[in-house]
């Protein structure tokens, strides 16, 4: 038992560790000129996000999210 528990802290601070990096890899919500000039720039990404990287850093942030909040159970229970 005590194994498990030193794998899965292992894994939960990797995921700590990723998600720590994912999140502040974003942009913020008024990054660059998309601020400042809500215009047809804006329309276009808009349409492509999902395919973007920051769509892509979106997704990846949920899946470390729910896999921090899985673990934490986990090692709350162990």
Do not use: H, P
Request: one cysteine or more; proline letters at 0%; aromatic letters at 6%.
């Amino acid at each position: 038992m005590d194994i498990l528990k030193v794998l899965v802290s292992i894994v939960y601070v990797i995921v700590c560790i990723a998600l720590v990096v994912v999140v502040l890899m974003q942009e913020g919500k008024s990054a660059g000129l998309s601020g400042a000039i809500n215009g047809v720039a804006d329309t276009y990404w808009g349409k492509n996000k999902g395919r973007s990287m920051e769509g892509a850093l979106v997704k990846i942030t949920r899946a470390l999210a729910a896999a921090f909040i899985v673990l934490s159970v986990v090692l709350n229970i162990i």
